[in-house]
């Protein structure tokens, strides 16, 4: 008993000696305060973009199976995570950062949806009209922010991005850095941008295909508006009395030819090579595909779709492409 007393008041003595080192590593000597054991960029007063606790970091382990020659795949990095499982189907190099080029543009469509202007009209000047992908803007137009991001994620417009960067709240610096933040506050610390579209030669940027996973997760569960669009085939934008009628073309792979693929995204620059982020919704179960520099991300994200299907002892579906 009296070893028990002794073993008691010992881890007493431990626990009150830690608490109080905390307390004064912790408190502010000028200004009385104790200081948040969280990060700083998971506090309200140093990150904007933490609205809310949701850090999803899942476990990917190794997982390639022996039906599937990972050899035989061009893409620098692959991740194949089934999200009604909680599994990665199949994984290369998923933590290697790499080049996104356009799928820099989930991380614009989430900040632009968390982030709106008050009066909703986002004006073009003659700047936001860069590089070749367009959807079409012409300077001194003013569309709404849901037009903008159609236009965003279909044709992939980097006008569009530009117009949602530069004429949001933050201005087009800030945005940049609302972009990096929620990065952080996701618990990311492999993604970088350095620019709203993607484009190739406008600072650093970089990712990987596991960072995608989770930012495309969140923007798919959290915002409905944007699994809308990102699934819509096409869209027209009629003409109003502020800007001309857009018909629109969803560019994104395997949306109309792989029965249960749900968008969500295309990229691709010479450094980036081939990139692809796609959502399949098919007998049960969802899937989120990420391919980085491929040379063939339509074939090579049919196959791998069909494989994560056949591991969950699934019947693909009849691939309806040329």
């Given at each position: 008993?009296?070893?028990?007393?002794?073993?008691?008041?010992?881890?007493?003595?431990?626990?009150?000696?830690?608490?109080?080192?905390?307390?004064?590593?912790?408190?502010?000597?000028?200004?009385?305060?104790?200081?948040?054991?969280?990060?700083?960029?998971?506090?309200?007063?140093?990150?904007?973009?933490?609205?809310?606790?949701?850090?999803?970091?899942?476990?990917?382990?190794?997982?390639?199976?022996?039906?599937?020659?990972?050899d035989t795949l061009t893409a620098k990095s692959v991740l194949m995570y089934d999200l009604t499982t909680q599994k990665a189907v199949f994984e290369k190099n998923p933590?290697?950062?790499?080049?996104?080029?356009?799928?820099?543009?989930?991380?614009?469509?989430?900040?632009?949806?968390?982030?709106?202007?008050?009066?909703?009209?986002?004006?073009?000047?003659?700047?936001?009209?860069?590089?070749?992908?367009?959807?079409?803007?012409?300077?001194?137009?003013?569309?709404?922010?849901?037009?903008?991001?159609?236009?965003?994620?279909?044709?992939?417009?980097?006008?569009?991005?530009?117009?949602?960067?530069?004429?949001?709240?933050?201005?087009?610096?800030?945005?940049?850095?609302?972009?990096?933040?929620?990065?952080?506050?996701?618990?990311?610390?492999?993604?970088?941008?350095?620019?709203?579209?993607?484009?190739?030669?406008?600072?650093?940027?970089?990712?990987?295909?596991?960072?995608?996973?989770?930012?495309?997760?969140?923007?798919?569960?959290?915002?409905?508006?944007?699994?809308?669009?990102?699934?819509?085939?096409?869209?027209?934008?009629?003409?109003?009395?502020?800007?001309?009628?857009?018909?629109?073309?969803?560019?994104?792979?395997?949306?109309?030819?792989?029965?249960?693929?749900?968008?969500?995204?295309?990229?691709?620059?010479?450094?980036?090579?081939?990139?692809?982020?796609?959502?399949?919704?098919?007998?049960?179960?969802?899937?989120?595909?990420?391919?980085?520099?491929?040379?063939?991300?339509?074939?090579?994200?049919?196959?791998?779709?069909?494989?994560?299907?056949?591991?969950?002892?699934?019947?693909?579906?009849?691939?309806?492409?040329?």
């Amino acid at each position: 008993m009296k070893k028990f007393i002794s073993y008691f008041i010992l881890v007493l003595f431990i626990s009150v000696t830690f608490a109080g080192l905390f307390v004064y590593l912790t408190h502010d000597k000028k200004q009385g305060l104790l200081h948040s054991p969280l990060p700083d960029f998971l506090t309200m007063n140093k990150n904007r973009q933490v609205t809310l606790l949701d850090v999803w970091l899942p476990f990917i382990q190794q997982a390639q199976g022996s039906e599937f020659d990972a050899d035989t795949l061009t893409a620098k990095s692959v991740l194949m995570y089934d999200l009604t499982t909680q599994k990665a189907v199949f994984e290369k190099n998923p933590r290697e950062r790499l080049p996104m080029a356009s799928l820099t543009k989930i991380m614009t469509a989430i900040i632009s949806l968390e982030n709106p202007r008050s009066d909703d009209r986002y004006e073009v000047v003659g700047a936001d009209l860069v590089g070749e992908d367009s959807m079409g803007l012409t300077p001194g137009e003013v569309l709404s922010r849901e037009e903008l991001l159609y236009g965003l994620m279909l044709p992939s417009g980097n006008d569009a991005a530009e117009v949602l960067a530069s004429d949001s709240p933050f201005g087009r610096d800030g945005f940049i850095k609302a972009m990096n933040d929620k990065a952080r506050a996701l618990g990311l610390k492999d993604t970088l941008f350095s620019n709203p579209s993607g484009l190739q030669g406008d600072g650093e940027q970089y990712t990987t295909t596991y960072d995608l996973l989770v930012i495309t997760k969140y923007a798919l569960e959290n915002f409905p508006i944007f699994a809308k669009i990102v699934s819509s085939p096409e869209y027209f934008i009629s003409e109003r009395p502020t800007h001309k009628a857009y018909d629109l073309v969803n560019e994104t792979n395997l949306l109309t030819t792989y029965e249960g693929v749900r968008g969500v995204k295309t990229g691709y620059t010479p450094e980036a090579g081939l990139c692809l982020v796609t959502y399949l919704d098919y007998k049960g179960h969802k899937i989120i595909g990420v391919l980085l520099n491929s040379e063939n991300r339509r074939m090579e994200m049919k196959e791998l779709l069909d494989y994560s299907l056949r591991s969950l002892h699934i019947d693909p579906p009849e691939y309806r492409g040329g």
